[in-house]
């Protein structure tokens, strides 16, 4: 489908944020967003991109009452010699599509996220940050719009995509964040919608980040929702483990979201011939192995911090100190190697970056 596109009268721009190095991750967007609409028997409708705006929704839109919401995030990196490169975005297309099969949400053809992302950094490519560290955050977002009170899939949606240039998204950066180990709320339940990229995951996991930050940490580690024992995810990111020279995650085991960066890492640790195991693993082991050393270092991976380094961990009111609560080696190592990646510095060698066509 053509897009249609509406410039934004130039009297109404916006300023650009004038330090890229004090950007507050979420607080900007840029001048134009994308919309489309779905309708049951007709298919996605009247794709366009127009002036950023409040969206107008019925007060009885399915989402406000049922939840039925589902979104992705990737970032777009300006590179030295001035073009702009997206990092895997095939990967959120692919993970937004099984979001919506398991929301009983309508897919969206991949080419047509490609082209409303593309022509959406088109007509925005000057909010595309130039320092490295900084990027442009695109947000593609998938709402039920139909106005009806019902528990039942809607029949009208709207998908739109906005962006936003950012910076570091933990006030630490690359620093050490502290973690909380919650062992009695949990995030998601296998058989749930855990694995899938929807609103309510992270509206469930407001009250234990809150419980966390109470306590002068910085994320929530969750456990399983069944015996309250084995790690999934940390906060908004995966999680890894560096136990002696082994690199542990946990397995993809349906609560557990598939995260883009996740992926990056197992593949440099395979091409690095690191020794690495997707398996569970449990909070005692990874305390145990805390206390004896044996613990090298811990790191959460994700888009918007890419590699976050673990300092210490807070387990039934006791603190355990990673190491020296310093920055490993490995979460260094992954972390220069796709950063110099995603902004040109690094060789492509997976073909990871798409070039966009501005």
Same mark, same amino acid.
């Given at each position: 489908m053509e897009i249609r596109i509406q410039p934004i009268d130039p009297a109404d721009k916006q300023p650009k944020p004038?330090? #890229?190095?004090?950007?507050?991750?979420?607080?900007?967007?840029?001048?134009?967003?994308?919309?489309?609409?779905?309708? !049951?028997?007709?298919?996605?409708?009247?794709?366009?991109?127009?002036?950023?705006?409040?969206?107008?929704l019925n007060p009885a839109a399915m989402v406000l009452h049922y939840g039925q919401g589902?979104? #992705?995030?990737?970032? &777009?990196?300006?590179?030295?010699?001035?073009?702009?490169?997206?990092?895997?975005?095939?990967? %959120?297309?692919?993970?937004?599509?099984?979001?919506?099969?398991? /929301?009983? /949400?309508? #897919? $969206?053809?991949?080419?047509?996220?490609?082209? &409303?992302?593309? %022509?959406?950094? =088109?007509? @925005?490519?000057?909010?595309?940050?130039?320092?490295?560290?900084?990027?442009?955050?695109?947000?593609?977002?998938?709402?039920?719009?139909?106005?009806?009170?019902?528990? =039942?899939?809607?029949?009208?949606?709207?998908?739109?995509?906005?962006?936003?240039?950012?910076? &570091?998204?933990?006030?630490?950066?690359?620093?050490?964040?502290?973690?909380?180990?919650?062992?009695?709320?949990?995030?998601?339940?296998?058989?749930?919608?855990?694995?899938?990229?929807?609103?309510? %995951?992270?509206?469930?996991?407001?009250?234990? !980040?809150?419980? !966390?930050?109470?306590?002068?940490?910085?994320?929530?580690?969750?456990?399983?929702?069944?015996?309250?024992?084995?790690?999934?995810?940390?906060?908004?990111? %995966?999680?890894?483990?560096?136990?002696?020279?082994?690199?542990?995650?946990?397995?993809?085991?349906?609560?557990?979201?598939?995260?883009?960066?996740?992926?990056?890492?197992?593949?440099?640790?395979? +091409?690095?011939?690191?020794?690495?195991?997707? =398996?569970?693993?449990?909070? +005692?082991?990874?305390?145990?192995?805390?206390?004896?050393?044996?613990?090298?270092?811990?790191?959460?991976?994700?888009?918007?911090?890419?590699?976050?380094?673990?300092?210490?961990?807070?387990?039934?009111?006791?603190?355990?100190?990673?190491? @020296?609560?310093? $920055?490993?080696?490995?979460?260094?190592?992954?972390?220069?190697?796709? $950063?110099?990646?995603?902004?040109?510095?690094?060789?492509?060698?997976?073909?990871?970056?798409?070039?966009?066509?501005?």
């Open positions: 004038a330090d #890229e190095t004090k950007l507050i991750f979420g607080r900007v967007f840029s001048d134009h967003m994308f919309l489309m609409d779905w309708r !049951a028997g007709r298919g996605w409708l009247d794709p366009r991109i127009v002036p950023y705006h409040d969206l107008q589902i979104f #992705e995030g990737l970032k &777009a990196y300006r590179w030295h010699d001035g073009t702009i490169h997206l990092f895997r975005p095939e990967k %959120n297309w692919e993970r937004l599509n099984r979001s919506a099969r398991r /929301m009983c /949400m309508p #897919e $969206v053809d991949p080419a047509m996220q490609f082209g &409303a992302v593309e %022509n959406l950094l =088109r007509i @925005d490519r000057d909010w595309v940050p130039h320092s490295v560290g900084s990027s442009l955050y695109v947000r593609p977002t998938m709402i039920a719009s139909e106005p009806h009170l019902g528990v =039942r899939p809607a029949s009208e949606y709207l998908y739109y995509m906005i962006t936003g240039p950012v910076a &570091a998204y933990y006030a630490e950066g690359f620093n050490p964040v502290r973690i909380y180990v919650s062992d009695e709320y949990v995030r998601a339940v296998r058989g749930g919608v855990g694995e899938a990229k929807t609103m309510a %995951n992270y509206a469930s996991s407001l009250y234990a !980040a809150e419980i !966390a930050k109470s306590k002068g940490l910085t994320q929530v580690l969750w456990l399983d929702a069944v015996e309250r024992r084995f790690i999934e995810e940390v906060g908004t990111m %995966n999680i890894f483990f560096r136990i002696d020279d082994e690199l542990v995650t946990p397995a993809l085991s349906g609560s557990i979201l598939s995260g883009v960066t996740r992926d990056s890492v197992i593949q440099l640790a395979k +091409h690095w011939g690191l020794s690495l195991q997707e =398996r569970p693993i449990d909070i +005692h082991e990874v305390i145990h192995a805390v206390k004896s050393g044996a613990m090298k270092e811990i790191f959460g991976t994700g888009t918007a911090a890419v590699v976050s380094p673990v300092g210490e961990i807070s387990f039934k009111e006791e603190s355990f100190r990673v190491q @020296d609560g310093g $920055v490993g080696e490995w979460s260094q190592k992954f972390y220069d190697e796709i $950063v110099g990646i995603q902004y040109g510095e690094n060789e492509d060698r997976f073909g990871w970056m798409y070039h966009v066509k501005i």
